[in-house]
């Protein structure tokens, strides 16, 4: 038997319940915009992805706040929950996920090393937020944060939160 993939069962749930989906990446550089959109259909749920790497583009594409990048940085709660509020406003969508870490092999320090990862989901019914932390390499560490952002759309459609 073939196993389905997530982004496959996240396409079928939002086309049953006419949801739609907006993301705001910044660690996965696209990863999972890619991801999604690699599903035949995706237009009809999918509104768009961001990627969001710079403090700059976090503020002026997404309306993060500066006092919160200052004072957070950009793995942390606070910041992701800002991304997604702001992707779901800007690509008027109904969810949006939103995800920033530190990939590696350099940018890590004690409080945040590389591996850790923030994820917001907004959604009409509240917010939520997820820290990971992953091992391994770049890619790997890119990967696995993909397949968690990807994870918590399906635990929301799933009434899993």
């Not at 997404?62 to 991304?83: C, I, P, R, Y």
Request: proline share 3%; glycine share 12%.
């Amino acid at each position: 038997m073939i196993e389905t993939l997530p982004e496959e069962h996240i396409g079928k749930l939002l086309r049953e319940r006419g949801l739609t989906l907006a993301l705001a990446e910044s660690c996965t550089g696209g990863l999972v915009s890619d991801r999604v959109t690699n599903i035949p259909g995706s237009s009809e749920y999918f509104r768009g992805g961001v990627v969001v790497y710079a403090y700059e583009a976090k503020v002026s594409i997404l309306h993060v706040s500066w006092d919160t990048l200052n004072k957070f940085g950009a793995v942390s709660e606070q910041t992701v929950l800002e991304m997604a509020r702001g992707a779901r406003s800007v690509l008027n969508a109904d969810i949006a996920v939103s995800i920033s870490g530190i990939a590696g092999p350099g940018g890590g320090t004690e409080s945040k090393p590389v591996g850790a990862v923030w994820l917001a989901l907004v959604a009409p019914q509240g917010q939520w937020t997820r820290s990971r932390h992953f091992s391994g390499n770049r890619q790997q560490i890119k990967a696995a944060s993909a397949d968690a952002a990807l994870q918590f759309v399906l635990d929301y459609l799933r009434g899993e939160m």
